[in-house]
């Protein structure tokens, strides 16, 4: 069995619902293994745009599509993403998507708290969505979260709603935010629960099916290393962990089956929210990569902050993400570039060091050391082909090859699946 599992390599937007989307015509199952609403996948099919925040994105592709329990659902924030898919001529039902029985649900007291909280940090926000995510993994470490399992048991959730409550409940008096009653938040879950029950299964059982009958699986990841929890920028992170070993305990498999991993990374780079970046662009350069990669956040609308390809950060998204290849997409926004820089290394307090460091204060303190290429005329965008190619932008693809100690085996040259150019298959390697 061959399996792929894709993760971004950077601070998450690069472009991953294309290549997985890309990919999904190799495989037979693609798996969401980790995160919430809060991430954001477009798909451009012909004259269709998707924008996918918890569906796989193989089920554009009519591919089996799972939703594993390392992800966090809003059960009305997924039944609305369901609706607007099938209104688009998508059908998604129980016959195509399932979701793991023990995922755990976002509640409205999560999203109440979540943006309570980041109203009362005042200057110092993390940038969170607000939607609940990080609120809900709480409860599911604190053993108190409510899973989809428990919709079919109302005697289970009359219970567990006290004590989830009796903590939120708490904390939001606290910081002045709306309280909740037991019986807004049951009423609330009964009704959504004859929607949502005819998905749920023990999923790890198909994917060890799956596995024991050498059927293709793609992990779908979403966000990206230098928003992991753990590896990521802390606290300007997400809640969960975004490395391709959480495919394996976010899908219910064991870590054999993740396979080949796939780091997806722009020719250059973005950041939604807050948080260090040391090769943002301030200046004419910046905006006008933001205004040629159309850089808005795909869930929350907000402008892109943008910059170089910093290679310092995506060669330890490599080592700790345990990437195999590279997916380098948005090649054709560096099209007409005189010259092109690339952030190679790093100073602190005049210092040169080989990483960023854990600690947020030095974070903001670091200088990018930049490497500047010639860059090139022609345009790149709708290549097929490394001929099509021309002469500089290879050499571009082939620097960041060295400096990130990685391959780069999928270009993407537009949003366009087939505007793809493969050297080498993940599925066969």
Same mark, same amino acid.
């Given at each position: 069995?061959?399996?792929?599992?894709?993760?971004?390599?950077?601070?998450?937007?690069?472009?991953?619902?294309?290549?997985?989307?890309?990919?999904?015509?190799?495989?037979?199952?693609?798996?969401?293994?980790?995160?919430?609403?809060?991430?954001?996948? =477009?798909?451009?099919?012909?004259?269709? =745009?998707?924008?996918?925040?918890?569906?796989?994105?193989?089920?554009?592709?009519?591919?089996?599509?799972?939703?594993?329990?390392?992800?966090?659902?809003?059960?009305?924030?997924?039944?609305?993403?369901?609706?607007?898919?099938?209104?688009?001529?998508?059908?998604?039902?129980?016959?195509?998507?399932?979701?793991?029985?023990?995922?755990?649900?976002?509640?409205?007291?999560?999203?109440?708290?979540?943006?309570?909280?980041?109203?009362?940090?005042?200057?110092?926000?993390?940038?969170?969505?607000?939607?609940?995510?990080?609120?809900?993994?709480?409860?599911?470490?604190?053993?108190?979260?409510?899973?989809?399992?428990?919709?079919?048991?109302?005697?289970?959730?009359?219970?567990?709603?006290?004590?989830?409550?009796?903590?939120?409940?708490?904390?939001?008096?606290?910081?002045?935010?709306?309280?909740?009653?037991?019986?807004?938040?049951?009423?609330?879950?009964?009704?959504?629960? +004859?929607?949502?029950?005819?998905?749920?299964? +023990?999923?790890?059982?198909?994917?060890?099916?799956?596995?024991?009958?050498?059927?293709?699986?793609?992990?779908?990841?979403?966000?990206?290393?230098?928003?992991?929890?753990?590896?990521?920028?802390?606290?300007?992170?997400?809640?969960?962990? =975004?490395?391709?070993?959480?495919?394996?305990?976010?899908?219910?498999?064991? +870590?054999?089956?993740?396979?080949?991993?796939?780091?997806?990374?722009?020719?250059?780079?973005?950041?939604?929210?807050?948080?260090?970046?040391?090769?943002?662009?301030?200046?004419?350069?910046?905006? %006008?990569?933001?205004?040629?990669?159309?850089?808005?956040?795909?869930?929350?609308?907000?402008?892109?902050?943008?910059?170089?390809?910093?290679?310092?950060?995506?060669?330890?998204?490599?080592?700790?993400?345990?990437?195999?290849?590279?997916a380098l997409t948005k090649l054709d926004v560096l099209d007409g570039f005189e010259k092109i820089r690339v952030c190679v290394g790093y100073k602190?307090?005049?210092?040169?060091?080989?990483?960023?460091?854990?600690?947020?204060?030095?974070?903001?303190?670091?200088?990018?050391?930049?490497?500047? %290429?010639?860059?090139?005329?022609?345009?790149?965008?709708?290549?097929?082909?490394?001929?099509?190619?021309?002469?500089?932008?290879?050499?571009?693809?082939?620097?960041?090859?060295?400096?990130?100690?990685?391959?780069?085996?999928?270009?993407?040259?537009?949003?366009?699946?087939?505007?793809?150019i493969l050297m080498r298959d993940p599925f066969e390697s």
């Open positions: 069995m061959s399996n792929v599992t894709v993760i971004g390599a950077q601070w998450g937007d690069e472009g991953k619902g294309k290549i997985v989307d890309w990919l999904a015509s190799r495989a037979e199952i693609v798996v969401r293994f980790q995160g919430g609403h809060n991430a954001g996948h =477009t798909l451009v099919v012909g004259n269709q =745009t998707y924008k996918l925040s918890l569906l796989p994105s193989g089920l554009v592709r009519g591919k089996m599509g799972i939703i594993g329990n390392g992800v966090v659902i809003d059960p009305e924030a997924l039944l609305g993403e369901i609706d607007r898919v099938r209104a688009q001529g998508l059908p998604v039902g129980p016959e195509t998507l399932r979701i793991a029985e023990n995922a755990t649900l976002i509640l409205p007291v999560h999203g109440a708290l979540d943006r309570a909280r980041e109203a009362a940090r005042g200057d110092r926000k993390i940038g969170t969505t607000g939607r609940g995510i990080g609120p809900a993994y709480e409860d599911k470490v604190a053993r108190r979260a409510i899973r989809m399992c428990d919709l079919a048991e109302p005697e289970t959730l009359d219970w567990k709603l006290d004590e989830i409550l009796l903590h939120h409940n708490t904390l939001l008096a606290g910081l002045g935010g709306e309280t909740f009653t037991k019986e807004h938040l049951l009423g609330w879950l009964l009704a959504l629960a +004859p929607r949502l029950l005819p998905y749920m299964e +023990p999923v790890w059982e198909r994917l060890d099916d799956a596995r024991r009958a050498g059927t293709r699986v793609l992990f779908e990841g979403a966000q990206a290393v230098m928003l992991d929890v753990d590896h990521g920028t802390y606290p300007f992170v997400t809640s969960s962990n =975004t490395v391709a070993a959480n495919a394996a305990t976010g899908s219910g498999v064991g +870590p054999g089956s993740v396979g080949f991993v796939l780091g997806i990374a722009k020719a250059y780079a973005t950041r939604v929210g807050a948080g260090p970046f040391p090769s943002e662009l301030f200046d004419e350069t910046g905006q %006008m990569l933001g205004q040629r990669g159309h850089e808005f956040g795909t869930v929350t609308g907000r402008p892109r902050r943008c910059g170089w390809f910093d290679a310092v950060l995506v060669r330890r998204a490599v080592r700790v993400g345990g990437i195999n290849g590279l602190l307090d005049g210092q040169e060091v080989r990483h960023l460091p854990a600690a947020p204060a030095a974070q903001a303190r670091i200088e990018p050391i930049y490497e500047t %290429m010639d860059g090139w005329q022609d345009s790149t965008r709708g290549a097929r082909s490394w001929a099509q190619l021309p002469a500089q932008a290879v050499k571009y693809v082939k620097r960041i090859e060295e400096l990130v100690e990685a391959p780069v085996t999928l270009l993407s040259t537009s949003p366009e699946r087939d505007d793809t």
